[in-house]
Nanobody, 115 residues
Framework: QVQLVDSGGGLVQAGGSLRLACATS????????MGWYRQAPGKQRDLVAS???????NYADSVKGRFTIPRDTTKTTVYLQMNSLKPEDTAVYYC?????????WGQGTQVTVSS
């Protein structure tokens, strides 16, 4: 059984940085895509960044140049390094995994950026 556990959210001032982590457990074998989504109150859940098992990355236009998605291949842990945070980055951030046609989600972690 694959499980994802998000952590690292919190309150930060605009211009600050946060690092989220997504720890995985269970058997992750074969091609996969891991990523981070976010959902602000009253809005849909949108993709922030993703990385494939081959190391290819994809970023939402709104975070390009500010966020990166490093991966620890030994632990199958994915991070979201968020720099130059803005109030509009405030949301619940969810880790996501697509593997063998199945999708898995973390429980979410709140990120609040104050102006």
């Amino acid at each position: 059984q694959v499980q994802l556990v998000d952590s690292g959210g919190g309150l930060v001032q605009a211009g600050g940085s946060l690092r989220l982590a997504c720890a995985t457990s269970g058997s992750i074998v074969g091609p996969f895509v891991m990523g981070w989504y976010r959902q602000a109150p009253g809005k849909q859940r949108d993709l922030v960044a993703s990385i494939t098992s081959g190391g290819y990355t994809n970023y939402a236009d709104s975070v390009k140049g500010r966020f990166t998605i490093p991966r620890d291949t030994t632990k199958t842990t994915v991070y979201l390094q968020m720099n130059s945070l803005k109030p509009e980055d405030t949301a619940v951030y969810y880790c996501h995994l697509r593997l063998s046609g199945a999708e898995y989600w973390g429980q979410g972690t709140q990120v609040t950026v104050s102006s």
